[in-house]
């Protein structure tokens, strides 16, 4: 994304990523047509998520120029924390051990990769500081 952002604004960024998603996934729901709820609070609740979904990508990718690309992958990957939550709220959706799984694997991955991280930097300024 960091690279991306080099060639274009944030706000273009993140349209072409939403328009190539929405193209990928238009078969999906065509295919998915007659199970979805039409009635109008359904679409109510996955506009609002929808919105909350694209300011918070928006807001990345702003943040991207800003930050380090570290602090924003952090920020991206612990996402499926709260969208979780967000969908619970507005979705009724069920949490289930697949889901809390999931989420505890992917936790751990990124606590590993961050762990690995600072205990390599912990190290190098330790014994760079310790040669002098």
Known sequence: M???LQFVDPLNFVAQRFLIASIALLPVLAWKRRN???DSYTWFKLIVLSLINAIGITST???L???TAGLSSL???TQPFF???LSVIFLDEKVSVIRVAG???GFLGVATLYASNLSLKHFSSTLSSSLS
């Open 61 to 63: 990718s702003i943040g």
């Open 75 to 77: 920020l991206t990957y």
């Open 2 to 4: 960091k690279v991306g």
């Open 83 to 85: 969208v979780l939550c």
């Open 103 to 105: 989420l505890i694997f």
């Open 36 to 38: 979805l709820l039409m």
């Open 65 to 67: 120029l800003y930050e």
